[in-house]
């Protein structure tokens, strides 16, 4: 047990949960159980954790990701057409031959591989593994629950994993379904993060150095973010600004006082960025601290619609609702409006970002975009790709009745964007 953990970085500050799984699914000639749950927050280790260990034992299992589903029949379909492969008998010569096979429904799911069941034992184990499977609850009210049933279906030895970062309880639905083993995999704690973090640790310095410098680190980012893809990303970037002084022989490695007020000036640089720094780099010069990052000013690679949504998350975040019939209709009193743009920009942005919903910033886009309506789908693409680098972020646990988000790109950037496609956005920006 303690070599697996040592094979894997972070399986150690996961001791309950590794051995929970290994109860469930390493028994040999044993009947798989027909469904488990995990959840917890986004870099908890749970999607590395499951695969790994199904690696490790040299199980069969075939993983997705719910969000590249847009309807039921694509995820049937995928799931069919990767058990065809996974159970072939007849190597890769079969497997490139194979022609896919369509599935409209769950019954015709359900009958196909009950008849791939007379040709494969029954006895052999595979893994569905559904990433994200909270979108599966948009798919109807059937999917869900037969998918939980799939191997008493089928009579086939299939466990179905779903991971979410959402509870149990919000999957419940009113035709009811039988419960999954749960398993939870908790926040990593700040002595957790150090550990791993100091797994990765390839630097000239000795290890009690980048822990020294690690504890100083999340005593200030810690409260800001506990997503460990972002703060290993901030740790490697400033921890060169930090080694710096010392490299030019300015400060001693044991002054800790002074290599701390040294970074300080730096450390409030980037928490005023955000989550958009986490992609970002620092400047390489000792006296400053500037953003050369990939989604910065006109760099941003975006289509003209994605910059516009850009444009109508950050005026639904900063400006208040209660302005929005007067700056964006056409009908609006001149005198309204005059008194409305009066007010401060400064103070509309020192306010800082609020949460809006997506009707909302749907009214905005198309009253600042005159266009014809956008399919949905396409719409809904942009705002996922938004939300994958960190221009958008989710707010509320209610995602899928009344979803609400958070714009989280600077004014600069946006400034940059807006400049890029000639619209100007100061002017709608209001108190």
């Known amino acids: 047990m303690t070599s697996m953990y040592a094979k894997y970085g972070m399986n150690p500050d996961r001791v309950v949960q590794i051995e929970t799984l290994i109860d469930l699914i390493s028994k040999p000639n044993e009947m798989l159980p027909s469904s488990i749950f995990i959840y917890g927050h986004s870099c908890s280790g749970k999607s590395y954790v499951v695969t790994s260990l199904l690696e490790e034992f040299q199980l069969s299992y075939v993983r997705f990701n719910c969000i590249e589903f847009f309807s039921v029949k694509v995820l049937l379909e995928s799931i069919l057409n990767k058990y065809s492969e996974s159970s072939s008998t007849r190597g890769k010569?079969?497997?490139?031959?194979?022609?896919?096979?369509?599935?409209?429904?769950?019954?015709?799911?359900?009958?196909?591989?009950?008849?791939?069941?007379?040709?494969?034992?029954?006895?052999?184990?595979?893994?569905?593994?559904?990433?994200r499977s909270e979108r599966i609850r948009e798919m109807g009210e059937v999917v869900l629950p037969a998918l939980l049933r799939l191997s008493e279906l089928t009579g086939l030895n299939i466990c179905t994993i779903c991971l979410s970062e959402v509870v149990w309880e919000k999957f419940y639905t009113k035709m009811g379904h039988s419960d999954p083993i749960t398993l939870h995999f908790p926040q990593y704690n700040k002595d957790e993060i150090i550990n791993i973090l100091c797994q990765s640790h390839n630097s000239k310095y000795s290890l009690g150095f980048y822990k020294s410098y690690l504890n100083m680190f999340l005593s200030t980012f810690y409260r800001v973010t506990r997503n460990l893809l972002n703060i290993k990303s901030l740790a490697e970037k400033i921890f060169i600004d930090y080694c710096r002084p010392i490299e030019s022989g300015e400060i001693k490695m044991n002054d800790v006082s002074s290599l701390w007020r040294y970074i300080v000036p730096r450390l409030k640089f980037v928490l005023q960025q955000g989550h958009t720094l986490a992609s970002g780099q620092l400047s390489n010069q000792p006296g400053q601290a500037v953003i050369t990052s990939s989604l910065s000013g006109t760099k941003l690679n975006l289509p003209y619609h994605s910059k516009m949504l850009l444009m109508a998350a950050y005026l639904a975040s900063h400006n208040s609702s209660k302005t929005d019939r007067i700056v964006f209709s056409r009908r609006a009193n001149k005198k309204k409006r005059r008194k409305v743009e009066s007010l401060s920009v400064k103070q509309t942005i020192m306010s800082g970002p609020k949460p809006f919903s997506f009707d909302r910033m749907m009214a905005i886009f198309y009253c600042i975009n005159e266009c014809e309506k956008l399919h949905s789908s396409l719409l809904m693409s942009q705002v996922s790709y938004l939300l994958s680098v960190h221009l958008l972020d989710t707010f509320g646990d209610d995602m899928l009745n009344e979803p609400k988000y958070i714009c989280t790109a600077n004014f600069d950037m946006v400034c940059d964007v807006s400049r890029s496609i000639n619209f100007n956005i100061v002017k709608l920006l209001h108190s």
């Open 93 to 131: 010569r079969n497997k490139e031959n194979h022609m896919p096979e369509t599935c409209e429904n769950m019954m015709e799911l359900v009958n196909k591989l009950k008849n791939k069941a007379q040709d494969v034992d029954k006895r052999k184990k595979l893994f569905i593994v559904l990433e």
